[in-house]
């Protein structure tokens, strides 16, 4: 299967070449016939059962119109024409979950995918572009340091940059590591252009956006409903099964209306409405080791240059958000209510804000984990009905994508069978499990003694997955290498290195060669870096010139 690449690689089927691998598979499968009966009451369950002798598409209702209702449904109307009769039930009494805005670089893959143009989208959801994530007081109060959506260097001779660092930096003559990163350089210079060749002689990078979170839903709306997508405003209040099958059949709205559906995907946020709810799929949760369960959020005025990037700032009980866009500065706080109260991490919150706050804060509430299965009889739970990792590294609506990707990939337009199920929530499940070992690493890999939030993080056990990738890198500086998935060496890296975990030793092919020449080769891509770093526009320069009009 066709997969999304990493966040950071430069290398084939990572974000550089994402437009190329991201839904190739939807055009071979837009060639498959359609066998599901017209409004199948039955569900998809099973085999296809008695066939018409003609092809029809999939009714598919959608439950829920925030940021994961909307994906679904315009990328479902957009790659599977004809495969599908989509509707949409949102409910406006509910709303939508309202935070979400900060990306990974896939979501321009998605983007492209569904014939969206840039400047469209930069000006309709008042976007700004991200280079990667500054994490301030991490490792140490004092720390920063980049996670950025591209390399460290290059490699030399087939090993990895980080290696050749580790050995100069044992002898005192390494800088910090993401002095030899563009995409790190440019964005403390708050620059940015697209630069995405990555054999040139300073690897190019990937970049991403973030966009206001109440925008993105409407924007995506439009597309749909022009493809055909039906929206429906209610309130579901019941939910019919199918007693032999268990299948879901139809949901009932508060005004007595009933939709039938034979594919169902549950976008209905915390909630859970189909997945959780009427299935009672369970549970699995990790705030043992991801123990903040809240968020208080509260955008600002923006104060200060524009800045290319997400930071996240440690806090005593948590971490806070701060999210640049065209027209305001999202910001949050994230916390464990079992190590802070709710006053004092707004009290935190709002003593921290750049500028005038522009809405009553709001607190949410969750829990770290998923649904034991997304995809269970003929529900697919998409967004937060399927499960929720905290957004320190924007992971959230990329999970979206992953999901919806793969339901295409999978689409059931002949009768949902335990493979294709299995199939997705191995896909799904894996994602997840990755990101939950990569956030752990944050909390866990850290000097702060400062109060009882990071004496816990700090000495907590952590799965073994992460204990064994810990060992690997202090060992020698391996990082596991994935076929697929989202976060690649360069992550690991940064966040290794950004927090205070060195490596003991290194790969020793990078001991081979000569210490000067590699200095005198470090010190020039050093060197290069910046200057194609300092060439490029200013990020607000650039995004004016796209389509962006900056709050005066
Ligand atoms: C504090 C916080 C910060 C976040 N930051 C980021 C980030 O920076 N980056 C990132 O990628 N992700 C982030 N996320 C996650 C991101 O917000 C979500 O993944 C994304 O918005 C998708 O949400 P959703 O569509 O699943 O749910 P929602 O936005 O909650 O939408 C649910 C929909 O279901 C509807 N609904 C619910 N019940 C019913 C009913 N009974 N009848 C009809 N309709 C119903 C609602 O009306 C709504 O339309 C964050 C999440 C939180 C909590």
């Known amino acids: 299967m066709d997969h999304i690449g990493c966040i950071c690689c430069n290398e084939k089927g990572s974000q550089t070449n994402l437009n190329s691998v991201f839904f190739v598979i939807c055009g071979r499968r837009a060639t498959l016939k359609v066998w599901v009966k017209r409004g199948n009451k039955q569900g998809m369950s099973g085999a296809r059962g008695d066939q018409e002798q003609r092809p029809q598409p999939v009714p598919v209702v959608i439950v829920g119109g925030g940021t994961a209702g909307w994906m679904t449904a315009a990328a479902l109307a957009h790659l599977l024409p004809g495969q599908c009769v989509i509707t949409l039930i949102e409910s406006e009494e509910i709303g939508i979950v309202g935070v979400g805005e900060a990306t990974l670089p896939h979501l ?6 569904l014939g969206i143009d840039e400047a469209d989208f930069v000006a309709s959801t008042r976007a700004t572009y991200k280079l990667g994530i500054e994490f301030r007081d991490w490792g140490r109060i004092g720390d920063s340091y980049i996670h950025p959506f591209g390399t460290f260097g290059r490699a030399l001779n087939g090993v990895a940059f980080h290696q050749f660092w580790a050995r100069l930096n044992a002898e005192g003559r390494a800088q910090p590591i993401d002095t030899y990163s563009l995409p790190c350089v440019a964005a403390r210079l708050a620059r940015f252009e697209p630069r995405d060749d990555p054999d040139a002689a300073i690897p190019g990078f990937g970049y991403a956006y973030q966009f206001d979170a109440t925008l993105f839903g409407p924007f995506l709306r439009r597309r749909a409903e022009a493809q055909g997508v039906t929206r429906i405003e209610g309130r579901v209040v019941d939910v019919a099964r199918d007693p032999s099958s268990g299948d879901v059949t139809a949901v009932t709205l508060s005004d007595g209306r009933t939709i039938n559906g034979a594919l169902f995907v549950d976008c209905s946020g915390f909630r ?5 709810q009427t299935l009672n799929e369970g549970w699995e949760d990790w705030s043992a080791w991801l123990p903040c369960d809240r968020a208080v959020a509260a955008p600002c005025a923006s104060k200060g240059p524009l800045l290319p990037f997400t930071t996240a700032t440690a806090m005593p009980g948590g971490w806070r958000w701060r999210i640049p866009l065209q027209h305001r500065t999202g910001n949050g706080h994230v916390y464990s209510s079992a190590h802070i109260d709710d006053a004092a991490a707004l009290d935190a919150l709002l003593g921290a804000l750049e500028g005038p706050p522009l809405a009553e804060p709001r607190v949410l509430r969750f829990n770290a984990g998923r649904r034991r299965r997304s995809w269970v009889s003929n529900v697919i739970g998409v967004g937060l009905a399927g499960g929720f990792l905290e957004p320190l590294e924007s992971t959230s609506i990329y999970l979206v994508q ?11 337009t002949d009768g949902v069978t335990d493979v294709d199920r299995n199939a ?7 994602e997840y499990d990755r990101i939950r070992d990569f956030l752990i690493l944050h909390y866990h890999a850290t000097e702060r003694n400062d109060s009882p939030f990071w004496d816990h993080v700090r000495t907590m056990a952590v799965p073994d997955t992460l204990a064994e990738k810990l060992e690997l890198f202090r060992r020698r500086g391996r990082i596991e290498h ?11 890296v940064a966040v290794y290195l950004g927090q ?3 490596q003991w030793g290194w790969d020793q092919r990078a001991g081979a060669l000569p210490l000067e020449a590699v200095a005198a080769a470090v010190d020039q891509l050093q060197a290069e870096t910046r200057a194609v770093a300092t060439a490029m526009p200013d990020h607000a320069e650039y995004l004016a010139r796209c389509g962006g009009a900056l709050a005066t």
Do not use: C, H, K, M
């Open 108 to 113: 321009r893959a998605f983007n492209t995918r």
């Open 272 to 276: 859970s409405l189909l997945l959780g």
């Open 402 to 412: 992953l999901a919806v990707q793969t339901l295409i990939e999978l689409f059931p």
């Open 424 to 430: 997705f929530n191995r896909t799904v499940d894996l």
């Open 482 to 492: 994935y076929g697929q998935g989202l976060f690649l060496e360069p992550s690991w």
């Open 500 to 502: 205070r975990i060195r």
